[in-house]
């Protein structure tokens, strides 16, 4: 390849690539520039220029102009300076060509090897670029392989990595299968982007809502919070300002379509809907569904509330194995306490009793408190009296 075909094909990779021309020429000069160090000994102070029109390469040694030589690797006599231009003075830097002979074959290499360095530079840089703009979002994949314990994701031209602790536990994943996946982190390394997806992550849940509903993606009904427990059940709470919009019905659906498409993606994951309100008390009762509440009892200072449920629906409202007064918790941000009637009535009963008793024993206490002062003040009182008996006789 001559120096005008070099050029042209340049430009060529400037237009298909995306990489600055001039970019690769600052590589290759400074890359020819550790060649010629090496030919030359690095104690010279070496300058590589290519001219960007014709392709020529030329080496120069930069020496400084001075009045007496003390280095003649890195300096110039004034007489032997002007000997080259009479302009020189003191002190101005010029540049002597020492292009060796075989330096274009060196140049030829150099540029080579820069050219293919910038390739790979430039599609990490344009992989990363378009994928850093998808980070807290999802996408769909397709199941590569699995590399321990971890599962490859292909994502486009670049594979993405599915940790086990970002898996759900009740899913297979196989060769060739078709997964949509929350992009967790997107990292530039030396290899090129590294991308880490997750299935658990509860944003997943509300991206898929997003995808499926209309309302939620132009954000007529928002997703207020969601507690997600992978590959079993997921709470998502719904407001919508709209008073013309049902925000529940919006995200179940007609016949419940919406919401099935994302129980189907998420491999049979249920999935409840519920109203969000202001009001902690109608919050924390819509929560607990499917059960129903009899009453809510809240402690804003402590963040708790207590529940009341019917005896028949106490198993219902805490769940199997807690999970759905679990899920209610962090859905909603409260400590909950859950009672039947029956219980609530016995804590009542208790109460009621351990008032008595406590009224009881008070009355108690002030009677005998009454008694000992009465005790400790009878001689004073007899003897009082007895006065007062002897006064009234002499008197008579």
């Not at 070099?6 to 690539?17: G, R, S």
């Not at 400590?335 to 009637?341: A, F, G, L, M, T």
């Not at 009881?360 to 002030?366: F, I, L, S, W």
Request: charged letters at 30%; one cysteine or more.
């Amino acid at each position: 390849m001559d120096r005008v075909e070099f050029i042209d094909a340049l430009n060529q990779i400037e237009k298909e690539k995306g990489i600055d021309k001039e970019v690769i020429f600052e590589a290759i000069e400074t890359s020819l520039v550790s060649a010629c160090k090496k030919n030359f000994g690095t104690s010279q102070n070496i300058k590589v220029v290519i001219d960007r029109e014709t392709g020529n390469v030329a080496c120069y040694a930069q020496k400084e102009v001075v009045e007496e030589v003390e280095d003649k690797m890195l300096q110039i006599s004034l007489e032997d300076a002007k000997a080259i231009n009479p302009y020189f003075i003191v002190g101005d830097i010029i540049d002597i060509e020492v292009t060796p002979k075989n330096f274009g074959r060196i140049s030829a290499q150099t540029a080579k090897q820069v050219v293919v360095q910038k390739f790979r530079e430039a599609e990490r840089e344009i992989l990363y670029n378009q994928y850093i703009t998808k980070e807290k979002d999802i996408m769909t994949g397709i199941v590569q392989r699995k590399e321990r314990k971890n599962v490859i994701v292909q994502l486009g031209k670049i594979d993405a990595i599915l940790a086990p602790n970002e898996q759900i536990p009740t899913e297979e994943y196989h060769f060739m299968d078709r997964i949509k996946v929350y992009i967790l982190e997107v990292k530039q390394s030396t290899k090129g982007p590294q991308i880490y997806v997750s299935r658990t992550h509860p944003e997943l849940v509300k991206r898929l809502f997003e995808q499926e509903v209309p309302e939620v993606h132009d954000g007529t009904v928002e997703i207020k919070s969601i507690a997600r427990e992978a590959g079993s059940r997921t709470k998502i709470a719904v407001y919508t300002k709209d008073e013309n919009v049902d925000a529940l019905g919006a995200c179940v659906g007609q016949n419940g379509y919406r919401v099935n498409v994302i129980v189907n993606e998420l491999h049979g994951e249920k999935i409840d809907v519920i109203n969000w309100s202001e009001d902690p008390k109608e919050f924390i009762a819509a929560a607990l569904s499917p059960s129903k509440v009899v009453a809510v009892s809240i402690n804003e200072e402590e963040q708790s509330a207590k529940i009341v449920v019917p005896d028949h629906q106490l198993s219902l409202a805490i769940g199997k194995e807690g999970q759905n007064a679990r899920l209610s918790a962090k859905l909603t941000g409260w400590r909950i306490d859950i009672k039947s009637e029956t219980q609530a009535k016995q804590i009542n009963f208790i109460q009621q009793e351990e008032s008595a008793e406590d009224e009881a024993e008070q009355m108690k206490k002030a009677f005998e408190d009454a008694f000992k002062d009465l005790q400790e003040n009878a001689p004073e009182q007899m003897e009082y009296s007895e006065k007062e008996a002897q006064l009234t006789e002499e008197e008579i």
